[in-house]
T-cell receptor, first 114, second 113 residues
Framework: GENVEQHPSTLSVQEGDSAVIKCTYS??????FPWYKQELGKRPQLIID?????GEKKDQRIAVTLNKTAKHFSLHITETQPEDSAVYFC?????????????FGKGTKLTVNP | ETGVTQTPRHLVMGMTNKKSLKCEQH?????MYWYKQSAKKPLELMFV???????ENNSVPSRFSPECPNSSHLFLHLHTLQPEDSALYLC????????????FGPGTRLTVT
């Protein structure tokens, strides 16, 4: 089955700096890659996603890149702010069968220091 | 309340107890999911339901028994749990099919004593 590796497990940056989180996946048939943000004590929420027919997607300070050949995708946050502090999860969707099966990475705890 | 709700928010149960977790979604979605989130593991998919039919059982022990009476409600029945089952149990829903955002509930924090 699909396996998703996520690095780093923790990341600390200064406010205003950029943050990059990287994920790799094993199943070349996976075609949907969402990123979720989970603030302390709260539920995970989707912040951006990308499909396999696109190489890059941006939404204000957040961007995701996908390299299908290398089977890796990355989250880029620019001009980080303290409210960006949270745990970020990447995921890959295994398209087998008729149901949505998301396989998540272990998460990256991002701390933005003021 | 809108979105995805879960009750109870916190639950402490002994290993011989039987309890149920409830999830309700108010988004008109067709698919619902149970996830387990523990301190040292990523979000683990447990069960998937599409249009009330179970389409995924991710090798979950039989002491966890899901029930989906309709597209808006999802239950997780618990019996004879082990201490290692202590975790945050998250429910999610989506429009169905593949490649749609999953909306998560607030979770039930379960402690098995």
């Amino acid at each position: 089955g699909e396996n998703v590796e996520q690095h780093p497990s923790t990341l600390s940056v200064q406010e205003g700096d950029s943050a990059v989180i990287k994920c790799t996946y094993s199943d070349s048939a996976s075609n949907y890659f969402p990123w979720y943000k989970q603030e302390l004590g709260k539920r995970p929420q989707l912040i951006i996603d990308i499909r396999s027919n696109v190489g890059e997607k941006k939404d204000q300070r957040i961007a995701v890149t996908l390299n299908k050949t290398a089977k890796h995708f990355s989250l880029h946050i620019t001009e980080t702010q303290p409210e960006d502090s949270a745990v970020y999860f990447c995921a890959a969707s295994n398209p087998q069968g008729g149901s949505e099966k998301l396989v998540f990475g272990k998460g990256t705890k991002l701390t933005v220091n003021p | 309340e809108t979105g995805v709700t879960q009750t109870p928010r916190h639950l402490v149960m002994g290993m011989t107890n039987k309890k149920s977790l409830k999830c309700e979604q108010h988004l008109g979605h067709n698919a619902m999911y149970w996830y387990k989130q523990s301190a040292k593991k990523p979000l683990e998919l447990m069960f998937v339901y599409n249009f009330k039919e179970q389409t995924e059982n991710n090798s979950v022990p039989s002491r966890f028994s899901p029930e989906c009476p309709n597209s808006s409600h999802l239950f997780l029945h618990l019996h004879t749990l082990q201490p290692e089952d202590s975790a945050l149990y998250l429910c999610a829903s989506s429009q169905g099919g593949r490649g749609h955002e999953q909306y998560f509930g607030p979770g039930t924090r379960l402690t098995v004593t």
